[in-house]
């Protein structure tokens, strides 16, 4: 069974920068898109910013402009580069993925098209 292994949080100071990375665990297999999701306390989790395995990407407003995500498709390995961080961007961060491959915006946004998932790392922005 394939896993997602997250790495790269820590606290930073706002303004400041990260980068998370994402590798598989167990079984290996090409991934047709990947992403990055983020919960805060008390708070649903949201998507952050999503890659297809042929490079389309997508960012929440919140990041765009800020954060920067990358895939590696041979390796099945995620990045996800975080700049001018603020504290509305700490939370705990997920990376996730799916095998399938997804044509529209819309099924590359919907959450429930990741079946495989982190067990996440936590980002704290604070001074």
């Known amino acids: 069974q394939m896993q997602l292994v997250e790495s790269g949080g820590g606290l930073v100071q706002p303004g400041g920068s990260l980068r998370l990375s994402c590798a598989p665990s167990g079984s290996i297999f090409s991934l047709g898109l990947m992403g990055w999701f983020r919960q805060a306390p008390g708070k649903q989790r949201e998507l952050v910013a999503v890659?297809?395995?042929?490079?389309?990407?997508n960012y929440a407003d919140s990041v765009k402009g800020r954060f920067t995500i990358s895939m590696d498709n041979a390796k099945s390995t995620a990045s996800l580069q975080m700049n001018s961080l603020k504290p509305d961007d700490t939370a705990v961060y997920y990376c996730a993925g799916s095998r399938r491959r997804f044509p529209s915006l819309r099924s590359r946004l919907d959450i429930n098209n990741y079946d495989i998932w982190g067990q996440g790392t936590q980002v704290t922005v604070s001074s």
């Open positions: 890659i297809s395995s042929g490079g389309l990407t």
